[in-house]
């Protein structure tokens, strides 16, 4: 660590090597024509240590502007509370209790604690769930019901081998000029998320079939995998 920081600062590390033997600051200075400001603020870095080497950022928070301790944890648990609700009618619901903060002021608050969107602040109630074994509130119940059926709906397939799931579809690409219209077939394995591609002039189930016989059941069949299952525009052909 402490080598790759030196390394790109070299010109700065020999003369803070020769500042550590000599022991003398203002003779680096000398020997180096310093400027004062450069030379102070190397003398300040070098008593700081090799953290001070660091490319640190010169922002610093304004604690003037900062919201309270009280109101953001009132933000943060409101977003846990109510997950779907956006920032704007949290800001408006938060007026009830006597809390006041701006609906800018809720989004900030929800970008340091990683609940800009519904989903983070879904998860995050999933693992206060998880960890806490919180009972549920009305508004909560909705918002883990309405996830689970979208889930079912168009939710992530789960896989189990390559082989296992086939997703297949078409693809207009374009024209070209003598041949007219391009279609593409596609086939993506949702486990391995190995492609297959093939340009043709129709789109037909013909088309979609070359693709299979010609790609994609031999590569598995060479592989000893079999295809088992091919999900086609939406529908699952087994």
Known sequence: MEQSIFGAWKHRNFKLSYYQNSGTFPKLVRLWACHERPSTVTNRQWRTGIESQLNKDRRAPNLKNRIDEHTEEAVVQYAIDYPAHGQARASNELRKPGIFVSW???R????RHGLACFKKRLCAL???IAKEGITL???QV???ERKKHDDQVSGEIETEHPGYLGSQDTFYVGTLKGVRRIYQQTLVDTYSKVAFA???TTKTPITAADLLNDRVLPFF???GLPMLRILYF???II
Do not use: F
């Open 198 to 200: 093939k340009l043709y």
């Open 142 to 144: 909705t918002v883990l």
């Open 104 to 106: 800018s002021g809720v």
């Open 234 to 236: 939406a529908r699952l």
């Open 126 to 128: 999933e693992e206060k």
């Open 137 to 139: 509130t009305e508004a």
């Open 221 to 223: 069949e060479s592989h």
């Open 108 to 111: 900030s608050i929800w970008l």
